[in-house]
């Protein structure tokens, strides 16, 4: 898109030539102008492609609609896209599940509004892409892209609208390309935790997203038979004894909520995150008496938090893995929003779960968080022996850097004493003209003095005596410098 082409426009106020298009606020600068000029005509681009698909759907839709009888369906399989269009009776439209490839499905609910006056028949359209296009948002990069429509008999689109205590499911594949990266090691039972009488092991991470996210917590004891207390709080680190409650939720992982995979799972939906940075989540293994209150028989009754005041201790490592998801919809002007949707407990690693009131365009979100800040561990070795260059470098730093702030700030008295204009010594308040006197000091070497400078004042009509060049708070004359001066003359 930066090459200039055989067909270039030369007009001045054609797209390529106008750079604030392409600029980000002020920055001009060459790479930011070639990258967002490619992103400009990759857009456009994409909209042509993407209205071009539309168009030939919609023919191919018409076409079918007319000769597809209840019952009868027809599928266009290729590896950039797959379409299917069916038609089935109103009636059967109830708690319809509507399957795609790669597990991508529409669950329609019993109860929605359908805006159609026909009473007998309808087609569903529906149509995954292999890839989530427009936009910046990298949220969605690894996600296929899914859609359904409700085609009346005249091939127009029929508005369809559920409850929101029973909405639509959708089922969105990702990538299977995609590489799940392994869980981190926690390597718990090496923290002494009685240093700090830390009552959970803590772990920060950031949550920050433009559209609403959910978080998902994936634990793997290396003893299976061992129970754990998970608590959180949003932006700032949750605290649970027998005197203070400060968190935001929590739940207890018992041997029996295990999944086939040995896997303890949790998950925060993306109603809760939004307005949050950051979540701080503590966990703590439950001692024998916790675990037969809270997890003998598979017992599920006991709503009440296992509290304790002693410092945590781990008798086995565990392992992590966080990841974040998301339900996406395209509006009316190809930007992914979220609003309305609501990502639903069955999302993992390869497929997303949302849960919608609407029909249109969507995508799911994930990314993989890097692993969390220990703040046990980061707590358990803060002494100064363990760190001795660390805190010595930090010492050195800081001394430095005030040393070079006081000079800093002595220097810029010095210079603010340069400024303004003196007013001679031996002027007489009396006078009633004034005259400001500049004298300039070349910048040649020894072009300085530090001599008494004096001077005489003549005029047409009259002279002055001789006066003195003076300023009791600064040296004056220095090389390359300017000084100003008032003379006051009767």
Known sequence: ANVISTDYDTDLESAWSNLNLFSDGNDFSTETIE?????????????????????IISLLTSSLNIHLNIGQSSLMNTSQSFVSLETISIQSLKDRLVKQVENAQFSIPSSFILNSTSNSSISLRSKIDPLASFGNFQNTNLSRSISLSIIDQNGNEVSFAAHQNNPIQLIIPRDPNVLIPSMYLQNVTSI???INNLLFNYHYINITSSLSISVHFEIH???????????????????????INLIDGWTIFCPFNLTNDDIYRYFIDNQQTPGHQSLIFGIREL????MNNYCLNNSSVNTSLPITDQPFSFTSNYELRLYTSGCYYLDENNDWKSDGLIVGSLTNLYETECLSTHLTTFAGGFIVLPAPINWSYVFANADFMKN??????????????IVLLIYARFKDKKDFEKLGVTPLADNNKSDHYYYQILVFTGQRTNAGTDSKVYFVLSGDNDQTQIRLFSDPHRKIFQRGGINSFIIAVP
Do not use: C, G, H, W
């Open 192 to 194: 002494n935790s009685t």
């Open 388 to 401: 001795k260059t660390v805190y010595l470098t930090m010492i050195f730093t800081s001394i430095i850097y």
């Open 35 to 55: 990258k967002n000029r490619n992103i400009y005509y990759q857009k456009q681009l994409a909209n042509q492609i993407n209205s071009q698909v539309t168009q």
């Open 221 to 243: 004891s290396l003893n299976k038979s061992l129970a754990y207390l998970f608590i959180y709080k949003f932006d700032q680190t949750p605290q649970l004894n027998s005197s």
């Open 287 to 290: 001692n024998s008496t916790e």
